[in-house]
């Protein structure tokens, strides 16, 4: 079997894997990276696979999935959540990319309904010699690890994971019925430990409310997707006495959550959170949110584009308020340079920020002894880490080559091919 890594190699997103057998080849993902513009992964030629398979509907997964949809098409492979869901961050896509992108809404069409739904903990057979599982990540609803079974080897490529639950997704299913032979893993957060979830979320609910009960406004953008729906649950799960209003791209994500019970962590107490929240519609409803106090949650998590821009004008300006950041900020973004600086773009220029300005650890990926943990429950005869910083990766190869003497570790480099 030949392994070849077109992106996140040493970065985290552009997630995409070409692994192929005599007969076939696979793609494992086929993301993008979004800081200032669309970046893509490097070429592969569609002649080199025929089929591709998808971990979930994070962009930098999916986002250059339609590429492959122009004039053609392949077999494809993913969850039902993911499939509903990618649709939503991709035509979103399209409308906050400044730059061109290949494709249009025609193709993300075509790629999603030539795709197949695949259900956790089954077997498909995907082609001759080749089985296709997919199991819960954990990691955002309808994330999947995905177990590729051929003829003489087992492949593990875990996408984004988190074996921690949330309030929302359910921890990621370790339970292996097989050895597995290669193991190719993200390491987002291999040199963090992750404080305790419920310590975070009593941090958020009283910082929160102090806030709220010195006459001040708070503002948390987070990701439309999982995040923001975390986040009202977190609020309502720790009986929150102010007002929670939900705004943006979050809503329609919120209506899919509610059709979809079974993959939740928690239904019932969602539904309860769900209802207890200000869904925004009109502008007078957002006008008079403005006002009161409380908590907004909106997109996008790191303040680049959706309402979470405009509320964080308004509330920049208030001493009393706070912007809470409860995502992941990528370098270079404003919520990045907000965090930092304490400065957002107002009119074309960098303004101070009066407004508190905090983050909380609230993670969608495993954390450092969870790597180690997996890995070595795993004990797979080669190891290879992807979507982390360099730093990251070279703390877990040190650690594989350092303690597991049965495991090759491996730290792929962009375009080279591994024989396994
Ligand atoms: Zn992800």
Redesign the pocket.
């Known amino acids: 079997m030949k392994i070849k890594f077109l992106g996140a190699v040493e970065e985290v997103g552009r997630s995409s894997i070409l692994v192929k057998t005599e007969k076939e080849g696979f793609l494992l993902d086929s993301g993008v990276a979004l800081d200032h513009s669309v970046k893509f992964p490097a070429y592969v030629s569609p002649d080199e696979f025929s089929t591709l398979i998808i971990s ?1 509907c ?1 962009l ?2 999916v986002g250059s999935a339609p590429l492959f949809f122009i004039g053609g098409a392949k077999k494809a492979f993913l969850t039902k959540m993911t499939k509903e869901l990618s649709r939503i961050l991709l035509l979103d896509m399209l409308k906050i990319a400044k730059t061109y992108l290949p494709f249009e809404t025609l193709e993300i069409n075509r790629f999603l309904q030539y795709s197949t739904e695949v259900e956790k903990d089954k077997q498909y057979e995907i082609s001759e010699d080749t089985l296709l599982e997919m199991k819960n990540a954990g ?2 609803l309808g ?1 999947s690890q995905i177990l590729l079974k051929f003829k003489d080897k087992v492949l593990l490529y875990t ?2 994971m988190n074996v921690n639950r949330t309030r929302t997704v359910p921890p990621a299913n370790t339970d292996y019925n097989e050895n597995i032979d290669v193991l190719i893993t993200e390491s987002t957060y291999a040199t963090t430990e992750h404080p305790p979830r419920n310590q975070v979320e009593k941090e958020l609910i009283e910082e929160s409310r102090k806030i709220i009960e010195d006459g001040g406004k708070v503002l948390i953008p987070a990701f439309g997707v999982g995040r923001a729906q975390e986040i009202i649950t977190v609020f309502h799960a720790n009986n929150f006495p102010y007002k929670v209003a939900l705004d943006g791209m979050a809503k329609k994500v919120t209506e899919i959550f509610m059709n979809n019970p079974e993959e939740l962590y928690d239904y019932k107490q969602f539904a309860r959170a769900v209802e207890k929240t200000y869904i925004l519609q009109s502008d007078q409803e957002r006008r008079y949110v403005a006002q009161e106090p409380g908590v907004i949650v909106t997109p996008a998590g790191m303040l680049k584009g959706g309402p979470a821009v405009k509320y964080s004008e308004e509330i920049a300006k208030g001493k009393k308020n706070a912007i809470f950041l409860v995502s992941y900020q990528v370098e270079g973004t404003p919520g990045s340079t907000l965090l930092k600086k304490k400065v957002i773009a107002m009119g074309g220029k960098l303004v101070k920020v009066n407004a508190e300005v905090k983050q909380f650890d609230f993670s ?1 990926h495993s954390g450092r002894s969870d790597y180690i943990n997996l890995i070595k429950k795993i004990n797979p005869k080669y190891v290879f880490f992807v979507h982390g910083s360099k730093e990251n990766i070279e703390f877990l190869f040190n650690e594989v080559q350092n303690n597991m003497k049965d495991t090759k570790a491996i730290m792929p480099k962009i375009n080279e091919v591994y024989e396994v």
């Open positions: 979930h994070h930098d997964h990691h955002v994330a996408g984004d969608s």
